[in-house]
């Protein structure tokens, strides 16, 4: 059985689900599996790394989150 079919049926499976605590524990292998699979981006690594560089450089060069919530 092709992955395509199986993910069809386990979803329609799913759907039948009247347990909460298994959908929860679905939801938490889920969002294990997204949490070990998730890469960042070079371009995010890039910016990342610009900001730790400036603030290394310049650590009080900050905004007040006061300052900045009631200018926006």
Known sequence: ???AIRKYNFIQKLVNVDKESVIVALE???????????????AHKNELNKR??????????ILDWENVKNDW
């Not at 938490?28 to 070079?42: A, C, D, F, G, H």
């Not at 730790?52 to 650590?59: H, T, V």
Request: aromatic residues 8%; charged residues 35%.
């Open 1 to 3: 059985m092709d992955l």
């Open 28 to 42: 938490q292998v889920l969002m294990r599996e997204y949490e070990e699979n998730m890469e960042i981006s070079e």
């Open 52 to 61: 730790l560089e400036s603030y290394k450089n310049n650590p009080t060069d």
